[in-house]
T-cell receptor, first 115, second 115 residues
């Protein structure tokens, strides 16, 4: 158990809908990362937060948004969903120190299916 | 910008044999960290091993070792004495130095261990 909690584990919805994915980082971790894993695409970095502030942004669509709350949990909002948004969405956390050896701890992911 | 390349979509190895999974990277940062993660069929991402760009020795963690060749920008994962439980996707990743930068992942290699 990594200590990172993601909910829900599975989500099935229709095109055009909006969903919210939730992540609770490991106790004490200040940084939260969101990744999208599609078939044959590896892990695509979406966005990173540190102690409530956005720190790095990847290939995140404008239809997607995220935030990190004062209690450090994070939410990823996906709107106007399209079939191509179907993927496994991972949240990861780390301590937030500025160090190259800081590894990520991953949640179990949310499998999103857009029908 | 950093990039991770994993050129082996799939690999087979006989049980108890050693296998090398390739990873090359591209970065302009002088300091960076390299990671390998394992993703079994259950989906979770498991940290395996870390190598710092200034580390003098290759990293080892049990049956995992990292063949780090800085001049060639390669960080290959070596798994010795393969076990059936090693069958999984393996991802190489890099974290640059200098603040809150994203961790970039490769597309992964699917390893299958044959009895």
């Amino acid at each position: 158990d990594s200590g990172v909690t993601q909910t829900p584990k599975h989500l099935i919805t229709a095109t055009g809908q909006r969903v919210t994915l939730r992540c609770s980082p490991r106790s004490g971790d200040l940084s939260v990362y969101w990744y999208q894993q599609s078939l044959d695409q590896g892990l695509q970095f979406l966005i990173q937060y540190y102690n409530g502030e956005e720190r790095a942004k990847g290939n995140i669509l404008e239809r997607f948004s995220a935030q990190q709350f004062p209690d450090l949990h994070s939410e990823l909002n996906l709107s106007s969903l399209e079939l191509g948004d179907s993927a496994l969405y991972f949240c990861a956390s780390s301590a937030g120190q500025v160090s190259t050896n800081e590894k990520l701890f991953f949640g179990s992911g949310t499998q999103l299916s857009v029908l | 910008a950093q990039k991770i390349t994993q050129t082996q979509p799939g690999m087979f190895v006989q049980e108890k044999e050693a296998v090398t999974l390739d990873c090359t990277y591209d970065t302009s940062d002088p300091s960076y960290g390299l990671f390998w993660y394992k993703q079994p069929s259950s989906g979770e991402m498991i940290f395996l091993i870390y190598q710092g760009s200034y580390d003098q020795q290759n990293a080892t963690e049990g049956r995992y070792s990292l063949n780090f060749q800085k001049a060639r920008k390669s960080a290959n994962l070596v798994i010795s004495a393969s076990q059936l439980g090693d069958s999984a996707m393996y991802f190489c990743a890099m974290r640059p130095s200098g603040g809150y930068q994203k961790v970039t992942f490769g597309i992964g290699t699917k390893l299958q261990v044959i009895p």
